[in-house]
């Protein structure tokens, strides 16, 4: 495993152990799950509960329209366990106060740590609704969703952001200030536009330019991969704490190895990869568990220095025993690991 300079673990356990609490409730740290669609469902979560360290978790994004009827207990996305709900936020994805405000009752009266609004997809399909990050082309109607979920809880209310749709960063310094006003308890940024699927590095002084507009929390996220990182992003920009998204996926034990020293054994990726396949294979009916399992493999195999040949394993696989023998014959404890995996191999 990559070896971290002893002072860059002491200074960035002490910085993401500070307390902090979002609208009122604590949190454990300033560590976080990014929300991700396709990864970071219930049964990832179970697993990373595992590890322990991670301060809150965002559930992937739950469209608006369907979360005031979707049954729990069938779907995809909205879907948790009960011990998860105090670190668990959940996003969702919407246009207007019509779509939103029954969503977001429904998530307070579940029992949510809180709800985050999603103003950072770009994918077509959401864009094209007029949610994610197109809300960010029409501040008027960002702030009217914002304002009206306000009204509707009391719960922690989050916004996941991004730069907007030009690489001028004044509209989104300006857009934190109405959420600041409109009530939101905390933002989580990522520096990039719009249509930028991760291609290019996130501009992370642009982080800076949002915390210093606003006195509520402000949380960075984009290209954190190694404790290096995620330490030079807090000190750089002054942020209250940092969201990790694709690297919790290749790695979920980083949040308590950041957070408080755990060091993972040398079986730590077969045993990872074996219970993700067990959980979701408990959780889910075969087809959707093996379509999560080998989105997950993308994210995994990016571990490993030869690590497309992994991933082309994976991606073959017609069931999850198929899985369960790639991982007996392939994951040994001497693998040659990438110090910064190569986030890139995926970009939706
Ligand atoms: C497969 C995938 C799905 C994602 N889904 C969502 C989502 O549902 N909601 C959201 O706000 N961001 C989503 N994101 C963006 C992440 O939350 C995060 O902003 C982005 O990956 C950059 O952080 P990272 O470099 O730590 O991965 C997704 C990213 C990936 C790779």
């Given at each position: ?5 002893k002072s860059v673990?002491?200074?960035l ?7 902090l609490?979002?609208?009122g ?6 560590l976080?799950?990014a929300?991700m669609a ?5 049964a990832?979560?179970?697993?990373l509960?595992?590890?322990g360290?991670c301060?809150?978790?965002?559930t992937?994004?739950?469209g608006?329209?369907?979360v005031?009827?979707e049954?729990?207990?069938m779907?995809?996305?909205f879907?948790w ?5 105090p ?6 994805v919407g ?8 969503a977001?009752r429904?998530?307070?009266?579940e ?7 999603n103003?950072?997809?770009s994918?077509s ?15 008027e109607a960002?702030v009217a969703?914002?304002e ?5 809880v009391?719960?922690?209310l989050f916004?996941k952001?991004r730069?907007g749709?030009t690489p ?17 308890d905390c933002?989580?940024f990522h520096p990039?536009?719009?249509p930028?699927?991760?291609t290019?590095?996130?501009v992370?002084d642009?982080?800076?330019?949002i ?9 960075g ?5 190694i404790?290096?990182?995620c330490?030079?992003?807090l000190e750089?920009?002054g942020?209250?704490g ?11 034990w980083?949040?308590a190895?950041?957070t ?14 074996l219970q993700?396949?067990?959980t979701?294979?408990r959780t889910?009916d075969p087809?959707r568990?093996l379509?999560r399992?080998r ?10 220095a ?7 394993k ?6 999850m025993?198929?899985i369960?023998?790639i991982?007996s ?5 001497d693998?040659?690991?990438?110090k ?5 191999l995926?970009?939706?």
């Amino acid at each position: 495993m990559h070896m971290v300079d002893k002072s860059v673990k002491k200074t960035l356990a002490e910085l993401l152990n500070r307390p902090l609490s979002i609208g009122g409730k604590a949190v454990a740290n300033r560590l976080w799950l990014a929300p991700m669609a396709g990864l970071g469902h219930v049964a990832y979560r179970e697993v990373l509960a595992g590890y322990g360290g991670c301060g809150l978790m965002f559930t992937e994004m739950c469209g608006a329209k369907a979360v005031p009827t979707e049954n729990p207990a069938m779907s995809t996305m909205f879907r948790w366990r009960e011990e998860e709900l105090p670190r668990l936020v959940c996003q969702i994805v919407g246009a207007t106060p019509k779509d939103l405000i029954p969503a977001v009752r429904r998530v307070e009266d579940e029992g949510f740590f809180g709800v985050d609004i999603n103003m950072g997809c770009s994918a077509s399909g959401v864009v094209k609704r007029n949610s994610g990050a197109a809300l960010l082309k029409e501040p008027e109607a960002a702030v009217a969703a914002v304002e009206s979920v306000r009204r509707e809880v009391s719960i922690p209310l989050f916004v996941k952001f991004r730069t907007g749709w030009t690489p001028d960063i004044q509209p989104a310094v300006d857009l934190a200030r109405r959420f600041e006003s409109a009530g939101v308890d905390c933002l989580v940024f990522h520096p990039r536009i719009a249509p930028d699927k991760r291609t290019r590095p996130a501009v992370v002084d642009h982080i800076r330019a949002i915390k210093e507009a606003v006195s509520i929390p402000v949380f960075g996220n984009g290209d954190v991969v190694i404790p290096e990182e995620c330490l030079s992003m807090l000190e750089k920009t002054g942020c209250d704490g940092v969201s990790v998204g694709r690297m919790a996926i290749a790695r979920p034990w980083l949040f308590a190895e950041w957070t408080s020293g755990f060091t993972p054994d040398e079986n730590i990726f077969r045993d990872y990869a074996l219970q993700l396949a067990d959980t979701l294979e408990r959780t889910y009916d075969p087809i959707r568990a093996l379509k999560r399992y080998r989105l997950f493999s993308v994210f995994f195999a990016a571990n490993f220095a030869f690590g497309h040949n992994l991933q082309t394993k994976f991606l073959g696989a017609r069931s999850m025993d198929d899985i369960r023998t790639i991982i007996s014959e392939n994951i040994r404890p001497d693998m040659r690991l990438n110090k910064r995996p190569n986030m890139n191999l995926h970009s939706t």
